[in-house]
């Protein structure tokens, strides 16, 4: 069975920086992409950054500059380098990944379950 586990989230400071990571466990083939959502208070879930297996990365407008979106191929775990944190990046944090389970299945995406950061002085 796959599991995702986000860890790292937390209270911030504005202006601080913050790491949250993923790691993905179980009999995974590949992992094609990882994904870095957010879900602000009263919001719905949006796209923050993702990373392709070839290292292929693509930000959010409201990420460029300031997140940074990382993997390690052999641990299977993504990181979200966050700076320059302000209270609007104040959400739940999920990680994704297309990945396949099986050798004779196909890409499927899965998530973990969430991770709060809030930004607050």
């Known amino acids: 069975q796959v599991q995702l586990v986000e860890s790292g989230g937390g209270l911030v400071r504005p202006g601080e920086s913050h790491r949250l990571s993923c790691e993905a466990s179980?009999?995974?083939?590949?992992?094609?992409?990882m994904y870095w959502y957010r879900q602000p208070p009263g919001k719905q879930r949006v796209l923050v950054a993702f990373i392709s297996r070839d290292g292929v990365v693509n930000y959010a407008d409201a990420a460029k500059g300031r997140f940074t979106i990382s993997k390690d191929n052999i641990k299977n775990v993504t990181y979200l380098q966050m700076n320059s944190l302000n209270p609007e990046d104040t959400a739940v944090y999920y990680c994704?990944?297309?990945?396949?389970?099986?050798?004779?299945?196909?890409?499927?995406?899965?998530w973990g379950q969430g991770t709060q950061v809030t930004v607050s002085s």
């Open positions: 994704a990944a297309d990945l396949l389970a099986s050798e004779w299945g196909t890409l499927q995406r899965y």
């Open positions: 179980g009999h995974i083939v590949r992992i094609s992409a």
